[in-house]
């Protein structure tokens, strides 16, 4: 059996409102959110972390043209 990942509410908001490759700001703005450490700490790392989601440039974690994508075990909790 596939095991499924805690998900919190933030992180499901997160995983909900990505469609497609997102930047960091598109995804603060999709959420309605303000504070951008905020938005680092209880959205996107967590979904990370998980696996939820990617980076499309992975060996550049802060390039200023990083997006965010669902992952396949992302795309399974939609």
Excluded: C, W
Excluded at 2 to 31: C, I, R
């Amino acid at each position: 059996p596939q095991v499924t990942p805690q998900v919190t509410p933030q992180v499901s908001d997160l995983l909900k409102a990505l469609k497609g490759e997102m930047s960091h700001d598109d995804l603060q703005a999709a959420l309605g959110l303000q504070d951008r450490k905020s938005f680092s700490e209880r959205y996107l790392k967590p979904a990370l972390n998980a696996g939820l989601i990617e980076m499309t440039i992975s060996e550049k974690p802060n390039s200023r043209l990083q997006k965010y994508r669902l992952t396949e075990i992302g795309l399974g909790l939609e």
